[in-house]
Every structure is written in structure tokens, then in C-alpha cells.
């Protein structure tokens, strides 16, 4: 049972535009949402996280949204950049201490 | 900082033989190590929660007797698969949280293929 969803396998984005990727959970017992990027036969990078008592979290280029009633949670990457292109996975877990569960991932593509 | 390495990061064995997969926290030591397989173009998914100095938690599904994992000291955990099989093939990836805390880091993963 997949409690971590990305229902978009991939998407396509311009370079210097806004790329939003998107996740939703199941479970309301997590507390704790990272996001990791992720390059082919590579280990995931941690990117950013954000704990349920925020619902917004920025870093950089990076930002995560948390909607924890819609069970909903975004990483907006502005502007996007070549090298930004990797599979980017969705996590989450019941605490900062927690095992992660990930989502399948979603292949971003930024063209020039 | 905060970097683990994986050995080795690709190995090709027959079935029927054993592999083991090192995962070492490079510059900080880790009381949990996590490991994890992916299959083509799908999640990680955990296999195992390993605690140093006491025995690994497996997630359900997972055999413990086919997969062991051993995490003797602070900065190295060991997975071996045992009596591997073509199915076994996949990447392999542990990741290990600082004993203070926070979030996991993850090592390069390893490609095993079972012919």
C-alpha cells in the first residue's frame, strides 16, 4: 500500500520557468516531509524538508508547500536550471527520527 | 561533511553464491543505518532498519535469513544477500543518520545483478 503518491511520473520545463512537483500521503501519522533529487545510479540528495507544524519551508530555489488537511505537499524549484534535470522523490516519516517512506518518484526534464 | 560511501558500487555474481555490501558514514558516526532497494524506474523501498550493536528491524516481506545485515560499530553496516538469484537483482542503498540526529544520508548504491 503506497502511503507516499507523485502521480506525475514526469515533467517538462523550460529553462528559468517554475517547476512544481507535487505529493500526496495517506497517512495522517506523518510529521515529518523531505524532499531528495536523484541522479542515475546515484544515492538520493537531500534537498529540503518541512515538519507539519509549518506550511511552507524555503531554501534557495527551493521551496516546499505543506497542505497537511489536503494530505498535500509541493516542491516549487524557480527558476529551474539544466542541471535541476534528475528524479525527484517525495518522503515522509513520523518524525525527524523516523524511517521514510518514499514516493515513486518524478523524472523533471529542463530544456534550454 | 556528512558523507557515506558504498562498497561495492557494482558486482556481478551466479546464482546461488553470496554478496555482501558495505556501507560506511565517512565523517560522522551513525547509530542507524537504513537499507534500501530500488527497482528500475521505481521507489526506494526499505528493507531494514539496522541499529549498531543489536539486531536489524526488517520491514514486512523482507526475509531475514536471505538478507543479513550486521551494523558492528558506529560508522559501518553490512548487508549480505545470501544465496542470490537473478530476482535479487536491483540497486541497493543504505543511508545513515548522524547519532545526532536529523535527516539520512545516503550512499551511491550498489547495482547488484544476479546472472
Known amino acids: ?112 | 561533511g556528512a558523507v557515506v560511501s558504498q562498497h561495492p558500487s557494482w558486482v556481478i555474481c551466479k546464482s546461488g553464491t553470496s554478496v555482501k555490501i558495505e556501507c560506511r558514514s565517512l565523517d560522522f558516526q551513525a547509530t542507524t543505518m537504513f537499507w534500501y532497494r530500488q527497482f528500475p524506474k521505481q521507489s526506494l523501498m526499505l528493507m531494514a532498519t539496522s541499529n549498531e550493536g543489536s539486531k536489524a528491524t526488517y520491514e514486512q516481506g523482507v526475509e531475514k535469513d536471505k538478507f543479513l545485515i550486521n551494523h558492528a560499530s558506529l560508522t559501518l553496516s553490512t548487508l549480505t544477500v545470501t544465496s542470490a538469484h537473478p530476482e535479487d537483482s536491483s540497486f541497493y542503498i543504505c543511508s545513515a543518520r548522524d547519532i545526532r540526529g536529523g535527516e539520512q544520508f545516503f550512499g551511491p548504491g550498489t547495482r547488484l545483478t544476479v546472472l
Open chain 1, 1 to 112: 500500500d503506497q502511503q507516499v503518491k507523485q502521480n506525475s511520473p514526469s515533467l517538462s520545463v523550460q529553462e528559468g520557468r517554475i517547476s512544481i512537483l507535487n505529493c500526496d500521503y495517506t497517512n495522517s501519522m506523518f510529521d515529518y516531509f523531505l524532499w531528495y533529487k536523484k541522479y542515475p545510479a546515484e544515492g538520493p540528495t537531500f534537498l529540503i524538508s518541512i515538519s507539519s507544524i509549518k506550511d511552507k519551508n524555503e531554501d534557495g530555489r527551493f521551496t516546499v508547500f505543506l497542505n497537511k488537511s489536503a494530505k498535500h505537499l509541493s516542491l516549487h524549484i524557480v527558476p529551474s536550471q539544466p542541471g535541476d534535470s534528475a528524479v525527484y522523490f517525495c518522503a515522509a516519516s513520523a518524525n525527524s527520527w523516523g524511517k521514510l517512506q518514499f514516493g515513486s518518484g518524478t523524472q523533471v526534464v529542463v530544456t534550454p
